[in-house]
């Protein structure tokens, strides 16, 4: 057994290719391919499977009948992993305004403030706008729009070799580490939303592909994970910018208040063995314990 941790090696191939092929029409399809392979990465301790405890039996202590005694559950290595992926999808963006000529073309990037901008962007050049101005008019119509985007990821490999000498565990076909039940090969990802004078709204939608965890040998021991979808919405309002902009009362100005439902029809996953029936460490409220979050939050920045 190692003695601590050793440091991963990654390495990845990354190809990727982005078409807009509509002029004056910010509609953008894309497709990237992604393969990596990591040497001795650095994972917290796995569900104890017979296959885990095949790999490190010095994690595991038994008395004389065999009983499970201890488990050392500290982080360790495994020997490598590998993963493909593929992910393609479309993205439209649509200004709620006219926009002059010099912008019609400019990219678009949203910060909650100059500061957040200036340390995502480093070395770039800000202009301030005149309240009033062409400029600025431009750049709120540019600010708002219309969007929506569809992406699908499509898993090709993710495999994991335990320790040097062993077969790979096989994440896409029967093989887990965790209680999540392996990888889900096909994973889609939907958003739309609307922005306009300091109101918005955004919703989120994920769909997962069902997947399974193999047994010992013994097909009674096979658990099948259902697919599984949830939707996020998310509404928020920057009062200033709706109620008077730079002549807004003092005491409204950067304030942002916002109102989320996370899991927004208290979905849950659904795990059934061989008869249908769910294990009791797979009950849809152990895997899941929050299901539907309501939050609110004001902000007030100074």
Do not use: C
């Not at 003695?3 to 990237?32: C, F």
């Not at 008019?137 to 000498?165: K, M």
């Amino acid at each position: 057994m190692r003695l601590g941790q050793l440091a991963d090696d990654r390495h990845v191939v990354r190809l990727g290719l982005n078409v807009r092929p509509l002029a004056r029409t910010d509609l953008t399809l894309s497709l990237d391919y992604v393969a990596t392979r990591i040497d001795d990465p650095i994972a917290a301790f796995p569900i104890v499977t017979p296959q885990i405890e095949a790999a490190f039996p010095d994690r595991f202590t038994r008395d004389g009948e065999g009983r499970l005694q201890q488990i050392d559950g500290r982080p360790l290595n495994f020997a490598e992993s590998r993963q493909e992926q593929v992910r393609w999808g479309v993205n439209f963006t649509r200004p709620l305004g006219p926009v002059p000529q010099a912008m019609q073309n400019a990219r678009t990037f949203v910060f909650a403030s100059e500061a957040e901008a200036r340390r995502a962007l480093p070395g770039a050049v800000f202009a301030r706008a005149e309240p009033g101005s062409a400029m600025a008019r431009g750049a709120a119509n540019l600010t708002s729009r219309v969007f929506a985007s569809l992406y699908h990821n499509w898993n090709l490999e993710d495999a994991i070799t335990l320790r040097g000498g062993l077969p790979a565990l096989d994440l896409l076909d029967g093989g887990a580490v965790d209680f999540a039940g392996g990888r889900r090969r096909h994973e889609i990802e939907f958003q739309a939303g609307a922005f306009q004078r300091g109101l918005g709204v955004r919703v989120t939608a994920t769909w997962r592909s069902g997947t399974d965890i193999h047994g010992s040998g013994d097909t009674a021991d096979d658990l099948r994970f259902g697919d599984f979808a949830t939707v996020t919405l998310n509404l928020f309002a920057n009062p200033a910018e709706r109620f008077g902009g730079s002549a807004a009362p003092g005491w409204l100005k950067g304030t942002r208040a916002t109102i989320g439902v996370a899991n927004l029809f208290n979905t849950r996953p659904r795990v059934r063995d061989r008869t249908g029936a769910t294990p009791l460490s797979y009950q849809p409220a152990y895997l899941d314990p929050l299901g539907r979050v309501v939050s609110v939050n004001l902000r007030k920045v100074f």
